[in-house]
């Protein structure tokens, strides 16, 4: 016989869910989460029915949207038809999805290892390139994130790293092409001569790949100038490095193609990806590789395994989650909105002088708030907080907008699906809400 349980208050699921579960990236005593009761959309509710516009498609995944009917019946019609095989056998969907993805990621990349997620993508990524290559070190830059497990966090350059060091051996650093550019003292030919010499200070043989996230995520919305990719993949090829792309936060429509990367043409060696694959209905990660490099594996053996490695749930539902991509246009949809998104991004410049600068590229969007624009003060400290932009925090809670507010800035990464009167409607409560921040101008 079936449990029935009692509907649960936002107050208890809250109170259970901090006494018996660890919140992530926090001091547990000050985490005060949302309590969600259901979404459908661009919206979720609180059990209370408190409705949210979800500006941050809940961890920058939910790309096509909350409940969408299609994908939910493809997972409850593989879980009748079958729930779950080891990953030693071959199922219909990890098979369709694998020909799938072979169609969309970029150039020859033809070859898919499945994972949890993205952080297991990302392991398994330098894993592939240092079986590939027999070599051992990986280079990556500070403005990075690439996941929280041990050998990922260790690639990570922001301060999630920090409680894990000394991590895992191998790793060195790269310039990030964001501060020098901006502020005028470098361009990009300066950035890539600097990382030339630093793969030749630690040695070109000794260097399995180079990761980046093509668009930098959580560290920035960080968009390199056209030349940077080309140039990187140039260096690379010159010295025998395996470029991974993680495009486990941009790819999947969120920049306005399928995969940031390919905004620039550029031929990564592994992509990386999990979040949009399946809009996170069901956990799924990949890890996708160019086909030289799956060849390498029909000789040599693969030193990996999941147990849910191609988990017939999870691939039907990615099936699903890239149908509806096509069928609703949301990859050209997400370009469309990212324009006026831009153009709503430069109002809040022209109307808050809290405002010192914003980027996007399709529905990938920051706003860096400022206590001075002719010094470019941070609101907030590098991984600190203010009271300015706390309130600011709240102040969109209570009007029912949830964005990630991190240090000096705040995101706009709604779904995809969003239209422009949607969008507008955000947009109004985050003009409200930066009247909080002008005040703290000083001049």
């Known amino acids: 016989m079936a449990t029935k349980f009692d509907t649960m208050s936002g107050e208890q699921i809250v109170e259970l869910s901090r006494r018996h579960t660890l919140f992530e990236w926090s001091v547990q005593s000050a985490v005060d989460p949302i309590p969600v009761a259901r979404a459908k959309g661009i919206y979720f509710w609180t059990p209370e029915g408190k409705r949210f516009i979800d500006f941050n498609s809940q961890l920058m995944c939910v790309n096509i949207g909350h409940g969408d009917e299609r994908v939910i019946r493809a997972i409850q019609q593989q879980a009748a038809t079958l729930a779950y095989a080891n990953p030693f056998m071959a199922t219909e969907v990890r098979a369709r999805l694998a020909a799938k993805l072979a169609e ?65 051996p191998g790793v060195f650093r790269i310039p990030d092409f964001y501060h020098g550019i901006q502020k005028g003292y470098d361009t990009t030919e300066d950035v890539l001569a600097r990382t030339d010499e630093i793969i030749e200070l630690e040695g070109p043989k000794t260097i399995a ?91 040599n053996f693969f030193y990996g395994g999941l147990t849910y490695n191609s988990h017939p749930l999870a691939c039907a539902a990615a099936i699903a989650t890239i149908s509806v991509y096509e069928e609703d246009k949301l990859i050209e949809n997400a370009r469309q909105m990212g324009e006026l998104m831009h153009g709503l991004l430069r109002d809040l410049v022209d109307r808050h002088p809290s405002v010192g600068a914003t980027r996007n590229i399709g529905l990938f969007g920051i706003v860096e708030l400022v206590r001075s624009r002719r010094t470019l003060e941070p609101m907030a400290p590098f991984n600190g907080t203010a009271p300015e932009m706390q309130a600011l925090g709240k102040f969109f809670r209570e009007e029912g907008l949830y964005t990630f507010v991190r240090w000096n800035t705040f995101f706009t990464n709604p779904p995809l699906c969003i239209t422009e009167t949607e969008l507008r409607e955000a947009f109004a409560i985050i003009d409200r809400g930066l009247q909080i921040t002008d005040q703290a101008v000083t001049d």
């Open 209 to 299: 790949a180079i990761i980046v996230e093509p668009v930098t995520g959580t560290n920035g919305i960080l968009i390199p100038p056209d030349g940077y990719l080309q140039g990187l993949r140039d260096i690379c090829d010159k010295h025998g490095i395996l470029l991974i792309a993680d495009e486990v936060m941009a790819g999947f429509g969120r920049t306005g193609e399928w995969f940031s990367v390919d905004h620039w043409k550029v031929q990564p060696d592994l992509i990386s990806m999990a979040k949009g694959l399946t809009s996170a209905y069901v956990q799924l990660g990949a890890v996708g590789m160019r086909r030289n490099i799956a060849e390498h594996f029909q000789k």
């Open 104 to 168: 969309i990621t970029p150039g020859d990349i033809d070859t898919f290892f499945f994972t949890n997620g993205g952080a297991e993508a990302n392991e398994n990524a330098i894993r592939i390139a240092r079986l590939v290559t027999g070599r051992q070190k990986i280079g990556a830059r500070y403005r990075s994130y690439h996941g929280g497990t041990a050998g990922v966090l260790t690639l990570t350059g922001d301060p999630r790293r920090w409680g894990a060091e000394p991590g895992i």
